[in-house]
């Protein structure tokens, strides 16, 4: 059994779990105007799809915990490390993948992720567990390991696999559900085309002008995001006056220019016309999604 393999895996399911998860670094060309101005209250086209509503991400959690510590329990261990906890910001909330902030956010955690308390709580998490680790600990949450498609992975023996199989159908939770991966897919590409826009490189230039009135000098946010709070180890930190001061002023050219409702408007219109491409995909990851939850009810006795 490789325990290290185990230790870093732990470590990122419970960071990937709780992490804010930012805008994509993939691009791509071409160009995408957006569409008549929609409500951002909508959310993403994809994100409607995929991202659980947090009362069913509760649901899911215990029963995945109970299952899991069902699961120690009869192989020995009386408590869990580290219980499964999703995060209730989900993948594609545009606030989150465009760092979108209000002026007191700005001032009171910069650019620092809207659910960094999470992120914080998750990584001491993880240390816990390192803390408190034993081989024989790892052996019964994770079982051991197979390779698959040419990388070692857990075998589907271990409690966690166990968990998520009664509940998804799958040790990858949703990641295993058919269809997720494309829709996975079509998100990265919409972000891609809609940095790459004409739209958002004109909002983007016109928020460059603005900053660069206060002193600041970039070319679009994610550079701003970049140099001051790219690195979750240095969110245990105090927030600096300049990274503050930077987010502030980056939240009033956001406004002055408009550039959110840009983002929103090109990257709605580039998820809806690959949705459209693939009529049955919306409702073949919902149903999936909707019997995990159900699953979930069932294993609590709802």
């Not at 159908?169 to 790459?196: C, K, P, V």
Request: with cysteine; glycine share 6%; charged share 25%.
């Amino acid at each position: 059994m490789n325990v290290q393999l185990h230790r870093s895996a732990n470590r990122v399911l419970l960071l990937v779990m709780a992490a804010a998860i930012g805008v994509s670094s993939c691009a791509a060309s071409g160009a995408t105007q957006p569409a008549t101005q929609r409500d951002r209250a909508e959310g993403l086209p994809i994100g409607n799809i995929v991202d659980t509503a947090s009362a069913d991400l509760d649901v899911l959690a215990d029963a995945e915990n109970l299952i899991l510590a069902d699961c120690m329990g009869e192989r020995g261990f009386s408590s869990i490390e580290s219980p499964v906890k999703y995060d209730s910001t989900g993948t594609f909330d545009f606030e989150r993948r465009y760092y979108v902030r209000t002026p007191e956010q700005a001032e009171t955690i910069g650019y620092r992720p809207l659910n960094v308390d999470e992120i914080l709580e998750a990584i001491a998490q993880g240390d816990n567990l390192v803390d408190n680790e034993t081989p024989e600990y790892y052996e019964a949450l994770f079982g051991d390991t197979a390779e698959v498609d040419g990388a070692l992975a857990p075998d589907g023996t271990g409690c966690a696999a166990i968990a998520a199989i009664a509940i998804y159908g799958h040790q990858d939770r949703r990641l295993g559900f058919n269809g997720w991966a494309t829709l996975m897919q079509m998100g990265d590409d919409s972000y891609a085309e809609t940095i790459s826009s004409d739209a958002v490189r004109e909002a983007e230039d016109a928020w460059s002008v603005c900053m660069a009135d206060s002193g600041y000098d970039y070319a679009k946010p994610q550079d701003a995001i970049n140099e001051l709070a790219s690195n979750p180890d240095d969110y245990v930190s105090p927030l600096t006056d300049l990274e503050r001061e930077t987010a502030v002023t980056d939240v009033a050219c956001r406004r002055s220019v408009d550039l959110d409702q840009v983002y929103f408007d090109t990257e709605s219109a580039a998820q809806l016309r690959r949705l459209e491409e693939q009529p049955e995909l919306a409702s073949t990851v919902s149903d999936q999604v909707e019997a995990a939850v159900e699953q979930a009810k069932e294993a609590l006795g709802n």
